[in-house]
């Protein structure tokens, strides 16, 4: 019984089924990929998958109603966590969309909307292939070469108040926290389950990863 | 370093085959959807649309499958149009593992389909198809139309008014298909593209009309398009799209290569 259980939270806002279906495709015969709504299961996991789409004040609600916040909160402190777009941004305390939302809190921060005042021009959301600048040398970004590019899909971005929470940059207009690190937590703004074999490393690199 | 330019490749399906007659050399099945969605993702695709082009309920249940299909084997970001009339049918795309569907028709008989889809899914999931000609004369300013029933019915609703009021009702993008150019190859209607993309803050896909590699720069640097797409080009074996992409990267656009 050594087969390991990386939990995939579903609490209805997210692609699910493309987030499990990536981890699945890169996980070994010993690991078992589970998509939940049950905190029993978030506790019980070895690794937790924190997806999300759509907006911050919706999945706000729906973690709310599944029960998810304190499970969540408790095993972002203490397991191996990967965050992926909305499930990185409302890891931060608060978010400005939907005329201001209180997030989890887990990292001091805010996220924001990009500056389209001082930047006029730009296309927003930022939908597509960009760059991460690694910034720092994570498990995580193990054969994945520097500046690889990620499909991007938000209006939103974070702001954390820690700047060496900062593990990886990208440049829309502005340059942005594109991926977060912080002990036992990686977080990513781009959608790895959809940005072909780099997306698919990352997915490797954290089934692989003991949190450290 | 910014954000690159998207090439996507369109397939239509029928029936849960893709017809059009693909034709690689070297492929087992011609008509496979997952078969052909792997070959572009491996040619570099950024992103691939499924234009279910069937018409009868049993039909859809078929797309559905090949929507999970692919998108179990294949990680680049999928599209799903055609038919899509329904929050059930948005909702049920979505599950299978598209990642945007694609609005035409229901858009327009009732336009707040797009703000409720929006609302539910999200606007990064939500491509308004627009399908228009043009309606001026020589010699008049430019006006275009929004026509249905492939190309063959006028609604009079102005095409550049249409994509802004889409983008006020949430749309995350705007897929722009000249019905003038679709099928032509003599390249997009560059001067609609234009007018659509300069007056939207989202981004645009330009579509109909293209021939050959350079109608897709024309597409980003004088259409201002943010993605192009085509069908028959990649389809027939002329060009694959790691070609097409180093032509874009060849003419200063920035690609994912």
């Known amino acids: 019984m050594n087969q390991k259980l990386v939990a995939v939270v579903d609490y209805g806002m997210g692609n699910l089924r493309s987030v499990s279906k990536a981890a699945e495709h890169m996980a070994d015969d010993q690991t078992r990929i589970l998509i939940t709504s049950h905190p029993e299961d978030i506790e019980k996991a070895d690794s937790i998958i924190f997806p999300g789409q759509g907006a911050a004040k919706a999945c706000m609600h ?19 966590f990967f965050g992926i777009c909305m499930g990185l941004q409302v890891l931060m305390s608060h978010s400005d969309e939907n005329d201001g939302v209180d997030c989890l809190d887990i990292i001091k921060g805010e996220v924001k909307h990009f500056d389209l005042e ?29 500046e690889s590019r990620f499909y991007f899909v938000h209006s939103y971005f974070v702001e954390p108040q820690n700047p060496n929470y900062i593990a990886g940059e990208t440049t829309h207009g502005q340059t942005f926290a594109s991926a977060l690190s912080h002990k036992n ?21 954290f089934l692989q990863w003991n949190g450290q | 370093m910014s954000l690159a330019k998207r090439i996507i490749p369109c397939l239509d399906v029928d029936d849960g085959r893709v017809v059009k007659g693909v034709q690689f050399v070297d492929i087992r099945d011609a008509g496979d959807p997952v078969e052909i969605a792997k070959r572009y993702d491996e040619q570099g695709a950024d992103e691939i649309t499924f234009l279910d082009i069937t018409a009868t309920a049993h039909e859809r249940d078929t797309m559905v499958h090949v929507v999970e299909d692919v998108a179990s084997q294949v990680f680049i970001p999928l599209t799903v149009g055609g038919g899509i009339r329904s929050l059930e049918d948005v909702r049920t795309m979505l599950n299978a593992g598209a990642d945007k569907v694609a609005v035409n028709s229901a858009a327009i008989f009732n336009p707040g389909f797009v703000k409720e889809a929006c609302d539910a899914f999200g606007s990064q999931c939500i491509v308004v198809a627009i399908d228009a000609k043009k309606v001026s004369g020589e010699g008049e300013d430019n006006k275009w139309e929004i026509f249905t029933h492939g190309g063959r019915k006028e609604t ?50 330009a579509s109909g009309g293209v021939g050959e590699l350079s109608h897709l720069s024309q ?31 060849a003419d200063g656009i920035e690609m994912r290569l």
């Open chain 1, 185 to 205: 937590l990686f977080a990513i703004q781009a959608h790895p389950e959809k940005s072909a074999e780099h997306g698919l490393q990352l997915f490797k690199n």
């Open chain 2, 156 to 205: 009079g609703i102005d095409a550049v008014e249409w994509a802004q009021k889409m983008e006020k009702l949430g749309a995350g993008e705007l897929l722009v298909t000249s019905m003038d150019r679709d099928g032509t190859k003599i390249g997009f209607d560059l001067e609609l593209t234009r007018a659509i993309a300069d007056s939207v803050k989202i981004p645009v896909i």
């Open chain 1, 118 to 146: 001082r930047n006029p021009e730009l296309k927003v959301p930022h939908m597509g292939w960009n760059q991460i600048h690694q910034t720092n040398e994570h498990p995580l970004w193990y054969g994945i070469p520097q």
């Open chain 1, 62 to 80: 729906a973690l709310q109603e599944t029960g998810m916040i304190h499970p969540i909160q408790k095993a972002a402190q203490e397991k191996p």
């Open chain 2, 219 to 249: 597409g980003v640097l004088q259409g201002h398009a943010e993605a192009v797409l085509a069908a028959s080009i990649f389809h027939f074996g002329e060009h694959t799209i790691e070609e097409a992409k180093r032509a874009m990267q």
